[in-house]
């Protein structure tokens, strides 16, 4: 079946600019995370969403991150007046739900964001 | 708040060899750990999960134990080989339970 996509897979864009990112999980995963990935370092947890609950923005670096999520279907990861620190490789990944072996993540391939 | 330490330095190991690489985590102990796998340009792949009630896990040339007295999850690959070069991340619940976090990595180097 057909994994996390996330679009688009590079973005270049110039400091001061809002990028939007997306990320559609797999059909019937009630949990999303946003990630963040710089070179060569660890994944940062970003934000995430479980079903209809409130959202766990405690990853997030900055009020000009910002996420939602429509139902349990796509994603949307906004970066307002981006800053040449926010380039990096944002990752999405979706899991079946929370707690027990169903918290296998998956993972989307990334958006590589570069920042000029 | 939990950490994971995974040793940051990259593991250079002969083909055949076992290639062993160490997680460790600083606080509450998790219900359960995973194990996943990163090729560069990708991301992360799962492979194994480890409950607290299990000594050890396997799956093909993977192997996983989960020591709670020691705080230490260790991942084995034996008869390694050059196409299991990759980054290895280990992942635990936080301590809600509310949501998963990540070691940093081990970078492994199976040279022929």
């Known amino acids: 079946g057909a994994g996390v996509s996330q679009s688009p897979s590079n973005k270049v864009t110039e400091k001061g600019k809002d990028v939007e990112l997306r990320c559609d999980p797999i059909?019937?995963?009630?949990?999303l995370y946003w990630y963040r990935q710089r070179l060569g370092q660890g994944l940062e947890f970003l934000i995430y969403?479980?079903?209809?609950?409130?959202?766990?923005k405690s990853g997030l670096p900055s009020d000009r991150f910002s996420a939602e999520r429509t139902g349990e279907s796509v994603s949307t990861l906004t970066i307002q007046r981006t800053q040449q620190e926010d380039s990096a490789v944002y990752l999405c990944?979706?899991?079946?739900?929370?707690?027990?072996?169903?918290?296998?993540?998956?993972f989307g391939p990334g958006t590589r964001l570069t920042v000029l | 708040s939990q950490k994971i330490e995974q040793n940051s330095e990259a593991l250079n190991i002969q083909e055949g060899k076992t290639a062993t690489l160490t997680c460790n985590y600083t606080?509450?102990?998790?219900?359960?750990l995973q194990w996943y796998r990163q090729d560069p340009g990708r991301g992360p792949v799962f492979l194994l999960l480890?409950?607290?009630?299990?000594k050890e896990k396997r799956k093909e040339r993977l192997k996983v134990t989960f020591d709670t007295t020691l705080k230490q999850s260790l991942f084995h690959i034996t008869a390694s080989q050059p196409a299991d070069s990759a980054t290895y991340l280990c992942?635990?619940?936080?301590?809600?339970?509310?949501?998963?976090?990540f070691g940093s990595g081990t970078r492994l180097s199976i040279r022929p």
């Open positions: 990944a979706s899991s079946l739900t929370r707690g027990g072996s169903t918290d296998t993540q998956y």
């Open positions: 059909s019937g995963h009630t949990a």
């Open positions: 969403f479980q079903g209809n609950s409130a959202p766990d």
């Open positions: 606080n509450y102990s998790p219900a359960y």
């Open positions: 480890i409950r607290e009630n299990e």
């Open positions: 992942a635990l619940p936080d301590s809600s339970a509310s949501k998963i976090i």
